[in-house]
């Protein structure tokens, strides 16, 4: 199972990107998925999560400015960021909690690659 994490760039402040992340591998469902963020010398921070069931939960930070949503069929989590500010400039982490079948079935939380997002004032 891995999570491959896409979308990340340079971008304006006021801009706009949309991240993607798609699971693959042996699959047998996906619970909660969500987008983490993290700059050096600081812990990796929650930005924003979503439940299988559509439920989704932000940081204050990006309230009113993201937006997370998810496509089941396709196994993929989206995070769209809409407008930017400098202070959203970090190395993005795409999760997600998967039932597997690696080694034997498994429950356990996966990471994508990060992305990088930079966002110019």
């Known amino acids: 199972v891995q999570l491959q994490a896409s979308g990340g760039g340079l971008v304006q402040a006021g801009g706009s990107l949309r991240l993607s992340c798609a699971a693959s591998?042996?699959?047998?469902?996906?619970?909660?998925m969500g987008w983490y963020r993290q700059t050096p010398g600081k812990p990796r921070e929650l930005v924003a999560d979503?439940?299988?069931?559509?439920?989704?939960n932000y940081a204050d930070s990006v309230k009113g400015r993201f937006t997370i949503s998810r496509d089941n069929a396709k196994n993929t989590v989206y995070l769209q960021m809409n407008p930017l500010k400098s202070e959203d400039t970090a190395v993005y982490y795409c999760?997600?909690?998967?039932?597997?079948?690696?080694?034997?079935?498994?429950?356990?939380?996966?990471w994508g690659q990060g992305t990088q997002v930079t966002v110019s004032s």
């Open positions: 979503i439940t299988s069931g559509g439920i989704t």
């Open positions: 999760n997600a909690n998967i039932l597997g079948h690696v080694g034997g079935i498994t429950l356990r939380n996966y």
């Open positions: 591998g042996p699959i047998f469902s996906i619970n909660a």
